[in-house]
């Protein structure tokens, strides 16, 4: 994402972000979005600030199902509440969500969406929204709308939402192997990513951890954790070359933007 648009247009997307969910880490997920417009860069920011700042994860893993498609199809509907809600705040987010609804075209996600939202979903997701609501019994697709009235409610929205999820699933086609449910964000917000201009989440403070984890002992020269660690994995079968214990990193993490654009400008010299 940074070099995809100018530095201060980023800086000014993520300020309203944290200004729309009154959170000063709310565009900490800014850096994943993988929007090629202005436009889909703002309804990313947009779903963040929605996310943050009506979603409660600890509710949502409450009454969320066990059985993984069930998970789905509750997961999808929770994102179906916070675009509901999107829609009917700000003129802006409402034309940012429509227009750019990413690449999930989830089927119960959009029915959610109509159902909830009073809002037809945004073009290319509707009609699958439709095939499913002529799949389920006539009864199942109109109990749907009765979770509106519980839209800023999430405890409520939640138990109503799982036990509509337990009737309907059986009754929903398994797209698993197209690659299964999704929704667009994941919903629970990245806290353990620094905040782009946290001091305490610097890219040098970050190196400094790992050099002080690769030191290997402390001052009675007894073996550190990441030693012990290491020999752990070795004793249960790590072997070189192996991708089992590998950690992948955002580079976001790992170096501020400005870095991260002069590191690329070398690659390109070499």
């Given at each position: 994402?940074?070099?995809?648009?100018?530095?201060?247009?980023?800086?000014?997307?993520?300020?309203?972000?944290?200004?729309?969910?009154?959170?000063?880490?709310?565009?900490?997920?800014?850096?994943?979005?993988?929007?090629?417009?202005?436009?889909?860069?703002?309804?990313?920011?947009?779903?963040?600030?929605?996310?943050?700042?009506?979603?409660?994860?600890a509710?949502?893993?409450?009454?969320?199902?066990?059985?993984?498609?069930?998970?789905?199809?509750?997961?999808?509907?929770?994102?179906?509440?916070?675009?509901?809600?999107?829609?009917?705040?700000?003129?802006?987010?409402?034309?940012?969500?429509?227009?750019h609804?990413?690449?999930?075209?989830?089927?119960?996600?959009?029915?959610?969406?109509?159902?909830?939202?009073?809002?037809?979903?945004?073009?290319g997701?509707?009609?699958?929204?439709?095939?499913?609501?002529?799949?389920?019994?006539?009864?199942?697709?109109?109990?749907?709308?009765?979770?509106?009235?519980?839209?800023?409610?999430?405890?409520?929205?939640?138990?109503?939402?799982?036990?509509?999820?337990?009737?309907?699933?059986?009754?929903?086609?398994?797209?698993?192997?197209?690659?299964?449910p999704?929704?667009?964000?994941?919903?629970?917000?990245?806290?353990?990513?620094?905040?782009?201009?946290?001091?305490?989440?610097?890219?040098?403070?970050?190196?400094?951890?790992?050099?002080?984890?690769?030191?290997?002992?402390?001052?009675?020269?007894?073996?550190?954790?990441?030693?012990?660690?290491?020999?752990?994995?070795?004793?249960?079968?790590?072997?070189?070359?192996?991708?089992?214990?590998d950690?992948?990193?955002?580079?976001?993490?790992?170096?501020?933007?400005?870095?991260?654009?002069?590191?690329?400008?070398?690659?390109?010299?070499?």
């Open positions: 994402m940074p070099g995809v648009f100018p530095d201060r247009l980023f800086d000014a997307v993520g300020a309203c972000t944290r200004a729309l969910a009154g959170l000063p880490d709310a565009d900490a997920g800014l850096d994943s979005a993988d929007a090629a417009s202005l436009g889909g860069l703002r309804a990313h920011a947009d779903r963040l600030a929605l996310r943050r700042r009506f979603h409660d994860a509710v949502h893993l409450t009454h969320q199902p066990k059985e993984d498609r069930a998970a789905a199809c509750f997961d999808a509907i929770e994102q179906a509440r916070l675009d509901a809600i999107g829609v009917h705040w700000l003129a802006g987010v409402t034309r940012n969500l429509l227009a609804p990413g690449q999930d075209e989830d089927a119960v996600r959009w029915l959610a969406f109509e159902s909830i939202g009073r809002h037809q979903a945004p073009s997701r509707h009609e699958s929204a439709d095939r499913l609501r002529r799949t389920l019994p006539p009864a199942l697709a109109d109990r749907l709308a009765t979770l509106a009235p519980h839209l800023h409610d999430q405890a409520a929205f939640a138990a109503a939402a799982a036990a509509w999820v337990r009737d309907a699933v059986r009754h929903i086609p398994d797209a698993r192997g197209a690659g299964g999704r929704v667009m964000l994941p919903l629970r917000a990245p806290r353990h990513l620094p905040r782009r201009g946290n001091p305490g989440g610097t890219a040098a403070a970050l190196r400094k951890k790992e050099a002080n984890e690769r030191a290997g002992a402390d001052g009675d020269g007894r073996a550190s954790g990441a030693n012990m660690d290491l020999r752990a994995a070795s004793n249960q079968g790590y072997r070189a070359y192996t991708t089992a214990h950690r992948v990193v955002n580079a976001a993490i790992l170096a501020r933007r400005h870095e991260l654009a002069e590191l690329r400008k070398k690659l390109m010299l070499n």
